[in-house]
């Protein structure tokens, strides 16, 4: 049975939703001011291209953007628990930012490929600013490879969330990922099992609470 387009759609639109929130936590905050300002840029396109999913899914489903991203009980959240993490130190922040990047590029690379004209259209619309958004990253990789400390402390953020990477794809689009990560790093990553998207870690629930606040707080029927 072919998979539903929605259902695609949701998984893409919550991961990007999410990652963009969390990234959005490094505003004011991050250890470079040129980073305040690259992870609110990258955040604002992450949730810019949730919008435009979720858009998608809800001319399928029958109903709006809004009440895809803010109104499903927390079950229904489809997204990969790597973006569901809250907000990491640095380097894992920065280990998270590549893996996620890595994979998403190879789930574009499908999209744009695919039988369908608008899920294409719209993966090559996103593509064009994800590709910034892998630049940055492959940036901060280089750099912390560079110095013993960065080294070290980026393989083991590396080492920590990849069975949550591995989670991001499936099937042969996991494969593709994990040999793209591999080949890329100068060491190693273990054989390990995925942790899959029906899991929910528990910032998730806090995050959903904290994003939802103001829509919960409005009658119900108000216009956004």
Same mark, same amino acid.
């Given at each position: 049975?072919?998979?539903?387009?929605?259902d695609?759609?949701l998984?893409l639109?919550?991961?990007?939703?999410i990652l963009g929130?969390?990234?959005?936590?490094w505003t004011?905050?991050a250890?470079?001011?040129?980073e305040?300002?690259?992870f609110?840029?990258?955040?604002?396109?992450?949730?810019g291209?949730?919008?435009?999913?979720y858009?998608l899914?809800?001319r399928?489903?029958?109903?709006d953007?809004d009440?895809l991203?803010?109104d499903r009980p927390i079950?229904e959240y489809r997204c990969?628990?790597l973006?569901q993490l809250?907000?990491?130190?640095w380097?894992?922040t920065?280990?998270r930012?590549?893996?996620?990047?890595?994979?998403?590029?190879v789930r574009?690379e499908?999209l744009?490929?695919?039988?369908?004209v608008e899920v294409?259209?719209?993966?090559g619309?996103i593509e064009r600013?994800?590709?910034?958004h892998?630049?940055?990253?492959?940036?901060?990789?280089e750099?912390?490879l560079?110095a013993?400390?960065?080294?070290t %402390? &980026?393989?083991?953020? #590396?080492? !920590?969330?990849w069975p949550?990477?591995l989670?991001v794809l *499936?099937? /042969? =689009?996991? +494969?593709?990922?994990?040999a793209?990560?591999r080949? %890329? &790093?100068p060491?190693? #990553?273990? !054989?390990?099992?995925?942790?899959?998207r029906d899991?929910? *870690?528990? /910032? =998730?629930a +806090?995050?959903?609470?904290?994003m939802?606040i103001v %829509?919960r707080?409005a009658?119900?029927?108000?216009q956004?």
């Open positions: 049975m072919t998979r539903p387009r929605a695609l759609l998984e639109a919550d991961d990007e939703l929130w969390r990234d959005s936590e004011g905050i250890p470079f001011l040129e305040d300002v690259a609110s840029s990258i955040a604002q396109n992450e949730i291209h949730a919008r435009a999913l858009e899914a809800a399928d489903l029958g109903t953007a009440a991203a803010f079950a990969a628990p973006v809250r907000r990491l130190e380097a894992r920065i280990a930012h590549w893996l996620y990047e890595t994979a998403d590029a574009i499908a744009k490929d695919s039988d369908d294409a259209g719209l993966a619309k600013e994800e590709t910034y892998r630049l940055h990253a492959e940036m901060w990789i750099r912390l560079a013993p400390e960065g080294r %402390r &980026l393989e083991e953020a #590396l080492l !920590e969330l949550y990477a989670g *499936e099937g /042969e =689009l996991r +494969e593709t990922f994990a793209r990560v080949e %890329r &790093l060491f190693g #990553l273990p !054989e390990v099992e995925a942790i899959p899991r929910h *870690e528990p /910032e =998730l +806090e995050l959903l609470d904290e939802t %829509r707080s009658p119900v029927g108000a956004w």
